[in-house]
């Protein structure tokens, strides 16, 4: 195999990336205002629209004339209109309405943080003030709130890979711990009828995961633990225990005592999965949302980075875990390890 290319830098490229958070602006304040939604009966003009949104005249169309740049608008003799796939992804009555995601991925919370990257990073220290780890950190009700979209698939995936295993165990019973939404859990419920989920995560996480449990139709199978997965008694033994996307709020060495923590809460046999982001598996170009993740990390948390499968089977292993396999699928930048406790059940 040959080694890429580096990517050339251009002008072009250099500009692109120093005007990203312009977009990014433009976007979240389109989604903020509704006029996306204003617009879903058909083209109007500046006036009308800052009327529907109740917004200043001028404000409205210099505003719509940068979404019409940015191809999210069309205009059109004045008038504008929706661009070219936004009626489904960012009218917010539609099936696929994916806006709700800048409350995450283009949030203010994000935005502060990444705005002063250059002093975190000389100092070392998370943003002052900010603690991802705190039981309120608001953004983790707003991350299991708004980005089922992305996280099913992860989730599908999850299923399609501890189904054939699971469906062999009578009435399985199942942990999800720093569940956010809970999907994990409860896409496995849908496919499995005797399974039950326990769901784990701060109080106000929780809630949300339960609205999304009553959606799926699976809630009478759903059992709550609020609480620090560092303390919370666990309930156990399990068959199957998940932890996606958590081990990277902590350094090395706190990951894996988490990781002991869980594997002394299965049953024989069962099986510990570790699911989510990691770098150091592939070129930094070919993991950026992990290099990115990261970064919010280090803002936001004392010694949380991102880890690499390697990382990950050694903390297994070391937790007296064996047999650990791995799963993965081009274009979806999520790797599922499944590791098994020794013993018969
Ligand atoms: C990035 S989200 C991951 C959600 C989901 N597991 C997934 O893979 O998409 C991290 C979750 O861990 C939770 N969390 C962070 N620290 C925790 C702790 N000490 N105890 C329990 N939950 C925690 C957060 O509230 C948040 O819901």
Redesign the pocket.
């Known amino acids: 195999m040959t080694e890429a290319e580096p990517a050339q830098l251009t002008p072009q490229r250099l500009f692109e990336m120093m005007a990203g958070f312009k977009a990014t602006a433009v976007l979240r304040a389109g989604v903020e205002l509704g006029v996306f939604g204003a617009l879903a009966d058909g083209p109007a003009h500046a006036v009308e629209v800052a009327d529907r949104l109740a917004a200043d005249e001028r404000g409205t169309r210099l505003l719509l004339g940068a979404l019409a740049a940015l191809r999210l608008l069309d205009e059109r003799d004045g008038r504008y209109g929706l661009g070219a796939g936004v009626a489904e992804l960012l009218v917010p009555t539609s099936p696929a309405y994916c806006g709700g995601i800048t409350a995450v991925a283009a949030s203010t919370g994000e935005w502060e943080a990444l705005g002063r990257l250059a002093s975190t990073v000389r100092e070392g220290t998370p943003v002052p003030g900010v603690d991802?780890?705190r039981?309120d950190?608001p953004?983790?009700?707003d991350?299991?709130t708004h980005?089922t979209f992305g996280?099913l698939r992860?989730?599908d995936l999850l299923a399609d890979v501890l189904e054939p295993w699971a469906a062999g165990r009578p009435g399985p019973k199942v942990l999800?711990?720093?569940?956010?939404?809970?999907?994990?859990g409860y896409v496995l419920a849908r496919r499995l009828p005797q399974a039950v989920i326990h769901s784990?995560?701060?109080p106000?996480?929780l809630e949300v995961?339960e609205g999304h449990a009553e959606r799926l139709g699976v809630r009478d199978r759903v059992k709550l633990l609020p609480?620090?997965?560092?303390?919370?008694p666990l309930d156990g033994p399990y068959d199957v225990i998940?932890?996606?996307?958590?081990l990277?709020?902590?350094p090395p060495e706190r990951a894996a005592e988490?990781v002991r923590r869980l594997a002394g809460a299965l049953k024989p046999d069962g099986r510990l999965v570790v699911?989510?982001f990691t770098t150091g598996d592939q070129p930094p170009a070919e993991e950026p949302h992990a290099h990115l993740?990261g970064l919010l990390m280090l803002s936001w948390t004392a010694g949380g980075e991102m880890h690499s499968t390697g990382a990950h089977r050694a903390m297994l292993g070391a937790a007296g875990l064996t047999e650990t396999e791995l799963t993965a699928r081009p274009g979806l930048p999520?790797r599922i390890l499944v590791a098994s406790r020794p013993g018969t059940s």
């Open positions: 991802a780890l039981p950190f953004y983790w009700a991350f299991a980005t996280t992860a989730a999800d711990v720093g569940c956010g939404h809970g999907l994990s784990q995560d701060w106000s996480v995961a609480g620090d997965a560092f303390e919370v998940v932890v996606g996307n958590l990277f709020h902590f988490l699911l989510g993740l999520l």
